[in-house]
Every structure is written in C-alpha cells, then in structure tokens.
C-alpha cells in the first residue's frame, strides 16, 4: 500500500501549533489590575493591538487621513466648468465663421448667439436646434452631450468612461439593454423571483459594463447603491444654481441618447433595494482642482466608505463586535494589509475564547474562571516579588501552604500528605527491610516513607473589607485595590485552601463580591461609604467560621460617610454625621467582642480619615497603616500571613497612621 502525501484542504491545519494568545492575555491582565473592566480591558486591546499588529485605532486613523485627503483633491463643479468651457469654445469658432460673412442670415445667426441666456443648461438646451456653420464648432458642441452621457453613465457604472470614449449607435443600444435588462433582474428580486441562474446570464451578456466581476445581484446592487448614492450627495452639494444647471444638462443628455426612462427608474429600484444608505446629506469639497461629475462620484463613494469604517472601527455603539467590520469594506479603503491587521485582531478574540479564557456572558464577553486564576497568580506574583524585592523575606510562595512548627517525632506518609520527607528515617527503613537480601543500592517502597510531623495550625477566616466609592476611582487607587484583593484571594485559595476568605466590598451598600465581581466591576457615580454594613458581613462571615482565627482586613481612602437607618435603607451624610459614626463604631465594638482584630490600610492621609481610623485602632486593639503608593498588596498580603502565623509582626516598611 502506498501512501501519498499533500496540502491539507480540510480547513485549519490539525498539524498548526495553538495560536499563542497568553501576550495579549497578558495585556487584558495588566488593564484589568490597573482597574479596567474585562469589556474595557478587551476593547483597549482590539483598539491598539498586538503582536506587532495594528489596532482599530490605526485603522481609524489611516480612514480619517485618507478622508481628509480627499476632501482636499478637489472641487465638485469640475463637470459645470468644462462644459462652459466647451461652449464658449463652440460660440467663440462659431463667431469666427459668422464673421466674414455678408449677409443677412449671418447677423441674424450673430443676433441669436449673443441673445442666449447666461444660464449654461438652458443655453446648451436653446443651441439644440441651431444650424451651426463652423464644423469646428458643431463638432465641440456635440462633444458636450457625448461628454454628459459619458460622465453620468460613469458616475453609475464605474469604468464605463472608457467603454464609451467613442460611443457609436450600436454602443447606445447595447447600454440601453443592459439598462433594461438590469432594472428587470432588480423587479425580479423584488418580487421574490430573482435566481443565481438569471444573474449568471445577465453577466454572461453584459459582464463588460461591470469591471468589479460581482459575483451574485446582491454585490451588483451594493456597488451599484454606493455609487448612485454618492452621485445625489455630490448634487446635494452644489449650490441651488449649480445644481439646477447640471441637473438639467444630464437630463437633456439623458433624453437625446434615450436613457432617461431607465435610469429613473434604476435609481429608484437602488433605493428601494438599499435604504440603509446615506442618500441624502452632502460633503465639503476644499480642493481647488475641478473634479468631472464621474471622479467627483467615485471621490464621494470614497468618502463614504472612509466615514463608515471609521465609525465601525470605533466600536462606540451598542453590540459592536469586530464582525461588523466588512472585509470588503476595508480592502477598498485602505487595503489588504488592513485587512490582514483586522483578522489578526479578530483571531485573538476567537483564540482567547477557543482556549478558554474568554467566555459569553449576559453582557458579552466575559474572562473565564480559567484566566480569572491567571489573573490572580499574577497578581499574587507580583505582591511576593514586591515583597522579597524590598528584604522582607520568610513569604515564599512555593513554601506558603507548609504545615506547622516541627515537633521532632516522624510518622509513616499517608496518600494526601503535605509535611516535609524525613529523609533520614524513610532510607533507614528500606535498609532495614532488604538488610537481609539486598546486595546491590538500597531501593525506596512507598511504606518506607516517613514525614515530618508538625503542629496542627489553626484555620483563619479572612474577612478583606475593600471601598468601592466612587472617590477610589477618581484618586487612581482602585486599580491597586482591586489587585490586592485578587492577590490575596489567591494566595487562600491555593495555598491556604483550610482558611475562608471573603471579599465585601462597600460604597453606599456593602455586599460580598467574587472575583470575577471584582474584575468585572464598572464605575458608576454613587456616594457613601458604608463601612458600618461592611463589618457586619464581615462578622456574619466570621460566625460562620467560629473555629478558625478572625482576621478582618480594612482597605479604604475616606472616613465612613453613609450607613445603615432604621428602614434599612442607606443613609448618605457629608461631612459625616454623628449618627454615621456612631453606627460604625458601635459595629467595630461588636467585632471586637467577637475576637476580631480590625486592621485598616489607608490609602489617603486626610486628617479627618486618619483621626477615625486611630479611634476604630484604640477601640479593638488593631493596626492602621498608611502605604506608600504602590505598596498596598505587600502589606495586605503580609499582614494576613503574619496574622495566620501567629507573629503578630508588623511591617518593616511603610508610614503607620
């Protein structure tokens, strides 16, 4: 049997290494700890990109400027100009030939030329008739018409100027069926009878007309569409004047060549077919060069492409997604590199979500508890690097989770043990257990075995109080919160898992948050901060652990501003009312009977603040401190593992309120 071998067609390589999105994860990380939401984190990603790729935001950008270049290409009337360029240079060789000419008629024709209105549409319109004597002049004349039809005829059907540079009768005919033909296919459709089959033929007969190659009636229609709508807001752009003459030039041109009729009603089946787009409304043209009616189109269809993705690669709307982006869209403005750039992005979304980092959620896309750990880890990573960075020492992570003192006596291991390998006793017992076959080295069974044994530590309950006024966000500090707390909640989870941690974060309501409720939280302008509902979940949370140490952790930056009324309902007060303070502090005292310590990190230094904080710290016998910026999580972290241990240090580093 042989085998052959060949290029995979089946779709993605099964061979190709998984993208690596752990760069771009990595940047959602940074965001989000710096105090973004996830939605926040991802957009800000797509926006600026990664992996040496562009982002929305260089996309807009090169839209924006490829826009502006436009508007200054050129001016609109180009069209007007050359017309009455050409009829001046009719009238002036007409004139000429009038001129040596005796006769009566000749000053009568004379009469008649310099008695033609000022308006350019109604003097070409009043020349139709006339019996011209200059060949020369007749010849310019008729060039205006072939001019006209040959730059609305473009202006619809881009590249149709060539076709028609030396238009016969037979040309005529042939647009005049395509026309025909074309408006049928278009009531076909719109009647629910239009077929690929039928598209296929038209092509066949009139695919000339169409240098684009569309592939079924809806791409035709499209860039038909775009085309006839940039042609009205070209006219929508002239002056009243302007558009009056020009309008009535093409009309007349229109009705010689007996396309009027059709293309009338082309543009209204364009309409029907695509309402979406922008029909009405003009543009700004600062150019100084004229433009004719077809190029002056095409600027315009440009134009409008540019707007469109630059509002599209804004993602500012509700429900933007990076397939709204059309491909086809993007190629036209501003190229395949572009392109490539947008399914760069658009790889990263589906990778982060194929991997399991992303996932659906009621509001979109939402970070999946598998990366909600990666953001932890990282977190926590950089608290302990922060920490053995500054010689605080004895908080190494891969040693956290060890079990308590040594007692000096080993036990045989069992399935499930942590405690250290008492190396000495388990090489003891295999060699006494093949001291009497053995000659060759010593081999380990797993009953040889023997750990250390060690002092039973007692579990903590971990109650971290974090503010979620809306002052963290204004002083920049919720980011470095908001870390901390992930940090922490790490380090329990995975190195502690015996201890019990909960998260309550307060404003003008407390309530108990998850992780992703941390990473995914988004400002709103509320006020207040309750600390008094806070310590009492909290102590809700310690009772429900009535074995294990209480351990209550305080992040804030403002004295307590609103509590808990009679009705339940929160009550707001600035400067803090007497009965705010009186709330709170009578729930401090209840922690304190409890056994709970309260220590408190204060994230600003006002005096008020500081004086309540001292007050709550001589109340239950806890700690206040103040960190240096960026120092928060260290403190935290090590304030827990030093609670938990039972050493009661306090940190080396830092300014105590």
Request: charged share 30%; aromatic share 6%.
């Amino acid at each position: 049997m042989s085998i052959r071998y060949g290029a995979w067609h089946g779709g993605p390589d099964p061979l190709q290494p998984p993208f690596d999105v752990r760069q771009a994860l990595d940047e959602i990380g940074d965001d989000v700890l710096a105090g973004m939401s996830p939605r926040s984190a991802l957009q800000r990603l797509m926006k600026l990109g990664t992996n040496g790729r562009n982002g929305l935001d260089a996309l807009r950008q090169k839209a924006r400027n490829r826009a502006r270049q436009l508007r200054r290409s050129g001016r609109l009337d180009g069209t007007l100009d050359r017309v009455r360029e050409l009829l001046d240079q009719a009238l002036d060789a007409e004139r000429s030939a009038l001129f040596p000419d005796p006769s009566d008629a000749a000053r009568m024709a004379e009469a008649e030329l310099d008695a033609l209105p000022a308006d350019t549409a109604r003097a070409v319109r009043q020349l139709s008739d006339y019996r011209w004597r200059s060949p020369e002049a007749a010849a310019t004349y008729e060039q205006i018409s072939k001019m006209l039809r040959s730059e609305v005829l473009d202006a619809q059907f881009a590249g149709m100027r060539a076709a028609l540079a030396n238009p016969d009768r037979r040309a005529m005919d042939q647009v005049r069926q395509m026309l025909a033909d074309l408006n049928d296919m278009l009531d076909a459709d719109a009647r629910g009878e239009h077929t690929q089959e039928q598209f296929d033929e038209f092509m066949n007969r009139h695919g000339t007309f169409f240098p684009d190659n569309p592939s079924n009636l809806a791409e035709l229609v499209d860039s038909l569409a775009r085309r006839a709508a940039a042609a009205e807001r070209l006219m929508n752009s002239l002056t009243a004047d302007q558009r009056a003459e020009l309008g009535a030039l093409m009309e007349q041109a229109m009705n010689e060549a007996g396309l009027a009729a059709e293309m009338a009603r082309l543009q209204r089946s364009l309409r029907s077919a695509r309402p979406d787009l922008r029909w009405a409304g003009s543009e700004r043209m600062t150019g100084e060069q004229p433009m004719d009616f077809g190029d002056g189109t095409a600027a315009l269809a440009e134009l409008a492409d540019l707007d469109e993705l630059a509002e599209l690669s804004s993602q500012d709307y509700p429900g933007a997604s990076l397939s709204d982006i059309d491909d086809d869209l993007v190629e036209r403005a501003l190229g395949q590199q572009a392109v490539d750039d947008i399914e760069q992005l658009r790889r990263i979304e589906r990778e982060l979500q194929r991997q399991g980092y992303l996932e659906q959620g009621g509001e979109g896309l939402q970070l999946s508890p598998r990366a909600l750990r990666r953001l932890g880890s990282t977190a926590l990573r950089r608290v302990f690097a922060a920490i053995e960075s500054g010689g605080r020492g004895d908080h190494d992570v891969r040693d956290a989770g060890a079990a308590g003192e040594v007692t000096g006596s080993s036990r045989r291991w069992r399935f499930g043990d942590e405690q250290p390998l008492d190396v000495v006793r388990t090489v003891r017992n295999a060699v006494l257990r093949s001291a009497s076959t053995a000659t060759g080295p010593v081999r380990l069974s797993a009953e040889d075995f023997e750990v250390v044994e060690t002092e039973r530590r007692s579990a903590a309950a971990v109650a971290l109080l974090v503010d979620m006024s809306y002052s963290m966000e204004l002083r920049g500090t919720w980011g470095e919160a908001k870390t901390t707390a992930l940090a922490l909640h790490s380090l329990v989870t995975t190195k502690y898992p015996q201890d019990a941690i909960e998260i309550i974060g307060f404003s003008d309501y407390a309530r108990t948050m998850t992780p992703r409720d941390l990473v995914n939280h988004d400002w709103q302008r509320v006020y207040g901060t309750n600390l008094q509902h806070a310590l009492m979940l909290g102590r809700r949370h310690l009772d429900r652990h009535r074995g294990a140490e209480p351990v209550v952790l305080v992040i804030t930056d403002g004295e307590p501003t609103a509590h808990l009324a009679a009705d339940g309902f929160s009550d707001f007060c600035w400067p803090p009312s007497v009965e705010t303070v009186t709330a709170t502090l009578a729930e401090v005292e209840r922690c304190t009977r409890r056994g709970a310590t309260i220590n408190i990190f204060m994230l600003d230094d006002e005096p008020r603040l500081v004086d309540f904080m001292r007050e709550v710290g001589r109340r239950n016998g806890g700690r206040v401190f103040l960190p240096k910026p960026g120092a928060l999580g260290e403190y935290v972290v090590s304030d827990y593992l030093s609670a938990r241990h039972g050493r009661g240090r306090r940190p080396r580093r830092g300014v105590p309120a």
